[in-house]
Nanobody
Framework: QVQLVESGGALVRPGESLRLSCAAS????????VGWFRQAPGKERERVSC????????WYTDTVKGRFTISKDYRKNTVFLQMNSLKPEDTGVYYC??????????????????WGQGTLVTVSS
């Protein structure tokens, strides 16, 4: 079973950028769809992005399209989320998640089998 560890969360000002990392161990991420979720205080967890296990295709929720980019470094077995032009509404705990069923499970069903512990992103002036 793969284990996931997120990093890169921080306090930033609106308009700035951050890159989150999701480092995997115990298995090769090539076989997993890997996605990012976020949860703002007092709100439900939200699907943010996913990268396919098969062809590397990407999915984004509408509110981050054009600002966020998901990518995978196969050699490092790590998935990244580059977040540009950050807004206060991007604030939340960001979780990395993976499933052998691919993005159809990760963001389609929203119940991936493996989760990281989360990393806090705060966007505030």
């Amino acid at each position: 079973q793969v284990q996931l560890v997120e990093s890169g969360g921080a306090l930033v000002r609106p308009g700035e950028s951050l890159r989150l990392s999701c480092a995997a161990s115990g298995a090769n991420l090539d076989f997993y769809g890997v996605g990012w979720f976020r949860q703002a205080p007092g709100k439900e967890r939200e699907r943010v992005s996913c990268i396919s296990r098969s062809d590397g295709s990407e999915w984004y929720t509408d509110t981050v399209k054009g600002r966020f980019t998901i990518s995978k470094d196969y050699r490092k077995n790590t998935v990244f989320l580059q977040m540009n032009s950050l807004k206060p509404e991007d604030t939340g705990v960001y979780y990395c998640a993976a499933d052998l069923g691919g993005c159809a499970v990760v963001v389609g069903r929203g119940d991936p089998a493996v989760w990281g512990q989360g990393t806090l992103v705060t966007v505030s002036s």
